[in-house]
Every structure is written in structure tokens, then in C-alpha cells.
């Protein structure tokens, strides 16, 4: 999933006709970041590093890329997905959305994400987020700046893409 994100965020990245990008999914789930079962010992450190290393590029080509990049996020953003919200230049959500940096839930810290975190939202807010791994919904996540604008989840593509064409 990094990987074929990636190859969309460069596509026709130097084109003119570039305006915008808007990143979504489809199902109940924005993202909920890296799956763990496949970062397991077998995988070995070489993999669990080029996913990691190619996560961190994703994030760098949508904070440096020419273009502004908006999430539409309907759902769950955990962790990693998390990150991508923070990192885009534009996040409207829907108010089913809700947001999270479960890691510390699983023995594990959400370190790349929360730096991503911490530039979006309070110092106070981020820690919260990220030593407890409970989730804020889409109205907290707008009142600490990690949202552009919540709207109800029947017109968030219509709102979404009334900010692209602006």
C-alpha cells in the first residue's frame, strides 16, 4: 500500500496540470497504519526497515510536494494513518471520523507518527494521544488543528472536492 501510494504522490508530480491530490479510502477504515502481523521476526530487520524508511518517504513527498495534498478522511486514521492526516496540507473529515496512535496499546510507541502529530496539534494533545493510545473524535481533532473541517458524512466528498477545485 506504501509503495503504490508513493507511485501515486509522484505521478505527474512536475506536470502543470497538476492542481491537487486528494488521498481517500473506501470502507469504514481511513487507515489504520502499518499492519503488524507483517512486520514479523521471519521478515527480518532489511524488510521491517524498507517499510518503515518507505512510510517516511511517502510522508516527505506530501509535506514537500509541489501540489497541495488533501485527505478526505470517513473513518478510523490510526498510527501511520494518522501521520498521513497530519501530514497532508488539507484534512476534511466526516464526523464518523475519529483518530489515534494506538502503539503504546501493543507494547509499542508511535514515534514516527507523532512527530507528524506533534507539528498538527498541542504538545499536551499529541502526549495524550500517543501514551495513552485513545482515540479523539473528528470535532477534537478540528478544535486541536489536526483538521481543516468536519463535515457530516454525506457531504464530505462534495466538500472535499469544493476545496480541491478552489
Known sequence: MLKSL??????DADSNDLKVIII??????????HDLKELTEEQGR?????????????MMHIRNHPVPVIAMVNGLAAAAGCQLVASCDIAVASDKSSFATPGVNV????STPGVALARA?????????????EPI????????GLLSKVVP????????????RK
Do not use: N, W
Open 6 to 11: 508513493q507511485s501515486d504522490i509522484l505521478h
Open 24 to 33: 481517500s479510502a473506501e470502507g469504514p477504515v481511513f487507515s489504520s497504519g
Open 46 to 58: 532489511d524488510y521491517h526497515a524498507e517499510v518503515f524508511q518507505t512510510c517516511s518517504k511517502v
Open 107 to 110: 507494547g509499542l510507541f508511535c
Open 121 to 133: 496539534v498541542p504538545r499536551k494533545v499529541a502526549l495524550e494521544m500517543l501514551f495513552t493510545g
Open 137 to 144: 473524535s473528528a470535532q477534537e481533532a478540528l478544535l486541536h
Open 153 to 164: 458524512e454525506a457531504e464530505l466528498q462534495e466538500e472535499t472536492m469544493r476545496i480541491a
